[in-house]
């Protein structure tokens, strides 16, 4: 036994198992460690973008961390993007980065670097193991961080002599405490209470674990019994939503129908969610988008219980648990039955198809904005999306979806630009046959970026600017792409050839790719 050995059955024994890794020569005797463990779902990503989006797509779905395993400072600067964004979701997620020997750090060899460095900005906690003797404690500690509500990006920096110095055979695991998150205080259940009863236009933004099922079931007995608005931030790790359950509405990303939409709002009660901020900054346009003299009541954050908040401010409220829920919308669109494809039309018939309880990781960027609209009565679903800003996700998001739930069927909703990214997920749900249906919004441009343009007064980019907009010359070939990386692939510029391969894709079991031309 040695200290690899102690670190996966520490891992083990807290319930991590499944590890997204691309490993290199300082891991190898962490790697040799999971060939003896074979309760660890081992699975190999191309790229550790896609390795760390896939770990925080387990980590939403399966209510704990899994672990990623990356190649020192270099290999761990490849993943940071979607580290962000897993640190902006706060999904809980333990990495595993490998280091030269301690002895060896000295010798300043090529690929020595401040790991410590590169983790820092994207991590909630970092450590590095000193001995193998630590590494059990050291492991459960990181484990113990990670499962903290509402969730945190623990990393733990494994040098290669801690992983191979020999241990006795009857070295324990540790085992990580679990907290249950601390509950909101009667004070700010009061005022969020005295807010609602003044009669006055209130609306609740949810964020986080508000909107899930039990705490979606409170706010919306709230809703409905007080007329109050309901509504999520932009950016969320997970929602449920579909069926019966309450609809949340999403607050726009466009700054200005942001603007709009919380211009009357008096009283602005955060449940798990910040105070709403615009994504960027634009001359003339304000930073913080509800209004100046609005009241600001803080009912829970988000590392506190948010459904208990919203039972027991239902409860100050005289709200019955047995009290009407708000109802869900009814479809309020035509389905599209011929003509050329838009993204509109892609996104109606995905909402229109949706299986029960599939999973949705919508990266569409532009094209899908209405998606949420169109989707709010389809069957019961999650609906994971971009988080942090940092485009890549969208794949790597559903690889790690499909491995939290196998018998669910994931669709991603993937915009061309940024599906490039980490196309190498496709490679890796081929591998491991998941049932991940991919539909790419084909507009061959990075379309956000035009409508940027235009928002700093840039009506008709010239041609410098359109050729660092423009996917073209040459465009995008998604069917080549994705049988190169062994998923089957069409492509269709049309409603009813898209109706087909949609039918087709979601009936058939494993990795299936549309290339929807708009």
Known sequence: MNGADSLCDTLLANDVDVCFANPGTSEMHFV??????PRMRCVLGLFEGVVTGAADGY?????????????????????????????????????????HATYHVQYDAPLTSDVEGVARPMSHWVKRTLTAGAL?????EAVGVARQAPGNVATLILPADTAWTELPENTPPVLAPRTAPAQTSAQA?????????SGENVTLMLGGAALRERALNAAGRIARATGVRLMSETSNRRVERGGSRTPVERLPYVIDLAVSKL??????????????????????????????DCNQVVLAS??????????????????????????????AYEVPQSGRLTGAAVNILIAHTLPEQAIVCDESITQGREFPIYSASSAPH????????????????????????????VVTLQADGSGMYTLQALWTQARENLDCLT????????????????????????????????????????????RGMGVEAVSVDTVEGFARALQEGLKRRGPFLIEAVI
Not at 32 to 37: F, P, S, V
Not at 396 to 406: E, K, Y
Not at 443 to 455: D, P, V
């Open 32 to 37: 040799a460690a999971l060939d003896r463990k």
């Open 59 to 99: 980590a939403r779905m399966a209510d704990k961390p899994a672990a990623t395993l990356l190649h020192l400072g270099p290999g761990l600067g490849n993943g940071l993007a979607n580290l962000h964004n897993a640190k902006r979701a706060r999904t809980p997620m333990v990495n595993i980065v490998g280091d």
């Open 136 to 140: 059990s404690a050291d492991a459960a």
């Open 189 to 197: 259940v009061r005022a969020a209470a005295a807010a609602i009863r």
């Open 263 to 292: 211009k009357d709002v008096r009283h602005l009660v955060l449940v798990g969610a910040r105070a709403p901020v615009g994504f960027f900054a634009y001359p003339g346009k304000p930073s913080l988008l509800a209004p100046a």
């Open 302 to 331: 988000a590392e506190q219980d948010l459904a208990h908040a919203l039972e027991w401010l239902a409860d100050e409220l005289g709200i019955a648990a047995d009290a009407p829920r708000l109802a869900p919308p009814a479809a």
């Open 382 to 409: 999650d609906w994971l999306v971009l988080t942090g800003g940092a485009i890549g996700i969208g794949l790597p998001l559903a690889t790690g979806a499909a491995v939290a739930c196998p018998d669910r069927k």
């Open 439 to 482: 539909v790419i919004l084909a507009n061959r441009s990075y379309a956000t970026l035009h409508g940027e343009m235009k928002k700093v007064g840039v009506e008709e980019p010239g041609r410098n600017a359109r050729r660092m907009l423009d996917l073209q010359e040459p465009h995008l070939d998604w069917t080549h792409l994705a």
